[in-house]
């Protein structure tokens, strides 16, 4: 199989990216907007074809052990693999609750004011769910988790049906000017919780013609306005 990628690999630069394939794996989130992302690579390469994964962040790093695709994007990356990293996007992590929930239009929430409110949150082990942890350890701070979902549509519901607060990130919410359906982004102190959208492969991978020129694309033309973070 490695001796065939590398065959498919040496054939797309010598056609000069008029066909190839993108092997392409994603963290679930990223589904949200990797088609704006993916559309003016397309529409520049037609003839390139694309294969998209999209899985929780365990089994996107051991996609990323066996080498079995091109590229990952991640919001965070193992770091006990050798990997070339790219940052690209700012992916914030904001605390929602029902549109119609107390909280909806205050202002500066401290943290402590929420030690009492139901969470709904990403299940343990997702790419939300680590970042949120370190945010909350490094601020002292817990929250009583009562739910655990695997999708964030579903804690999106959830959410807007009033069974608790969550943080997810802003690209799942849809959002126009604060709000998404039944659901209000808090203001709360030390949010949202910085992150950042990245791109990865190992570092000893050899990268098709075709990786390369998505990574170019990637790093030079991606911006939140362009994939639509705020539709």
């Not at 119609?100 to 990403?122: Q, V, W, Y």
């Not at 390369?212 to 991606?222: I, P, S, W, Y």
Request: charge should be neutral; hydrophobic fraction near 45%; include cysteine.
């Amino acid at each position: 199989q490695a001796e065939w990628r590398a065959f498919e690999h040496e054939v797309s630069e010598l056609k000069g990216l008029q066909s190839g394939t993108l092997r392409l794996a994603v963290v679930s989130t990223v589904k949200y907007f990797v088609p704006r992302l993916l559309t003016p690579f397309c529409t520049r390469y037609p003839g390139i074809e694309v294969k998209l994964m999209v899985a929780n962040l365990d089994q996107i790093v051991e996609r990323i052990q066996s080498n079995l695709d091109d590229l990952y994007i991640l919001s965070t990356p193992p770091s006990d693999l050798d990997l070339t990293v790219q940052a690209f996007l700012d992916n914030p992590l904001v605390m929602i609750a029902a549109r119609d929930h107390p909280l909806a239009n205050s202002r500066g929430i401290p943290l402590a004011r929420l030690a009492d409110e139901r969470f709904i949150l990403r299940e343990a082990g997702s790419g939300t769910r680590v970042a949120i942890e370190r945010h909350l350890a490094k601020h002292g701070a817990k929250l009583n988790v009562r739910m655990e979902f695997g999708s964030n549509l579903a804690i999106k519901e959830a959410v807007a049906a009033g069974l608790g607060l969550s943080i997810l990130s802003e690209y799942a919410l849809h959002r126009s000017k604060g709000w998404s359906d039944d659901v209000a982004i808090l203001d709360v102190k030390d949010f949202p919780i910085h992150s950042t959208w990245q791109i990865v492969h190992l570092r000893q991978k050899h990268l098709s013609a075709v990786a390369r020129a998505f990574l170019e694309h990637v790093g030079g033309e991606v911006n939140a306005d362009a994939i639509g973070k705020h539709a």
